[in-house]
DNA sequence: AGTAAATATTAAACTAGATTAACATCATTT
DNA sequence: AAATGATGTTAATCTAGTTTAATATTTACT
């Protein structure tokens, strides 16, 4: 099945049956999407919780000077959204885009509520995943705050090998809150003294 | 009742029977604390979400050189807790201190899961609060690399004005993600603007 | 009230990272 | 294979914010 990789993630949180499996399956939409294609766009509500199955997406914010600010990226096994307006159905501040050709699975404001309430384990879930993505956020915060450049870069590349390799520079750049150029430079000094 | 100020933040969300209500009463601790007194230690397990229901405190990092970084404050009606530490039950990446004579509920470790249990609302309730402490931390991350630190410094004045009148400066500035000198040059450049 | 401790200010010298702009490389299409 | 667009590099100049260190002010304590 298509969303078997979303049942198998699942799993490591709660338990299913298999009732509850095929309900929840009939109750999101698979969806592919092509490199470059837009999820969400600032302005428009944020409709669904996508979990991504294959392939990586980024979400970031355009500044009043039209400077892109790269908030997170998600790859296989992880999820995206702008909680905010998903939340309070108003207006996203926030773009997500497939930087690749990606699957994901969509969980839509209409009926996460509905299983939230029909299978009250599936909210546990939710909760928890959130919990590990504030963690997350707030860890970055103080990164951006006590870490330099090249160390904010480092722990990247380690942490994140696999989006390292996957997109450009520029957008890491963007994503560690320094210029492309700066990254480079980074990059050269880390060769030579390595 | 002490704990009513958290009763009525709850009613905010989900609404309790009186029994659930008085379940949960028996199920939180309420405590003072007086200035300067640490709820947490970095190192330490975390082991309770604290609802605060007057004073201050401040969530903080200290990194290798010593240098401190301020995740978050807490006044009335927030929350506070090293979520990654709680979830996990292992060490504490962050110190939470009083910066003010505080009153707290605290939800301990072991009771939450049982809370959850038996009242799914409050699972719901918590839900919903994470999610909010999500999108705020988001939306610092984009402040923080968007925003110059003027801008910074504004957008804090403005939405947390009870707090910057209430603390130190040199906090507002390890908030920030500045030095103390760099904020009273701020302060200074817009009191002459103004 | 007087003293110590905590907090805030100021200014000079310094640096991490931004900006600009020109050039180089790579990938994709025709 | 040439051409176009996207991505990456280099180097010079510039600036927001840091560092250091000395002084001023406020707060709290006896």
Redo the contacts with the bound molecule.
């Keep these: 099945m298509e969303i078997q990789p979303l049942l198998n993630y699942i799993s490591t949180y709660v338990s299913l049956t298999e009732e509850e499996e095929t309900f929840l399956a009939s109750k999101v939409t698979y969806r592919k999407y092509l490199k470059g294609q837009y999820i969400l766009q600032q302005g428009d509500v944020c409709k669904h919780q996508c979990f991504v199955i294959s392939g990586c997406t980024k979400m970031f914010h355009i500044d009043d000077s039209g400077q892109e600010h790269i908030v997170m990226f998600a790859i296989e096994n992880w999820w995206t959204s702008d909680m905010g307006s998903f939340i309070t159905q108003t207006p996203a501040d926030y773009n997500i885009q497939c930087i690749d050709k990606s699957e994901l699975i969509m969980f839509s404001y209409d009926v996460i509520e509905d299983l939230y309430s029909k299978i009250p384990k599936l909210e546990r879930f939710f909760r928890k995943i959130i919990e590990r993505a504030l963690v997350a956020s707030q860890k970055r915060i103080v990164r951006s705050f006590s870490l330099?450049?090249?160390d904010r870069y480092l722990y990247f590349r380690n942490q994140y090998p696999k989006i390292d390799k996957l997109i450009?520079?520029?957008?890491v750049a963007s994503y560690l809150?320094?210029?492309?150029?700066?990254?480079?430079?980074i990059?050269?000094q880390l060769l030579t003294e390595e």
Tied chains: 1, 2.
């Design positions: 330099s450049a090249k450009p520079q520029y957008m809150g320094i210029t492309k150029e700066f990254l480079s430079k990059k050269k």
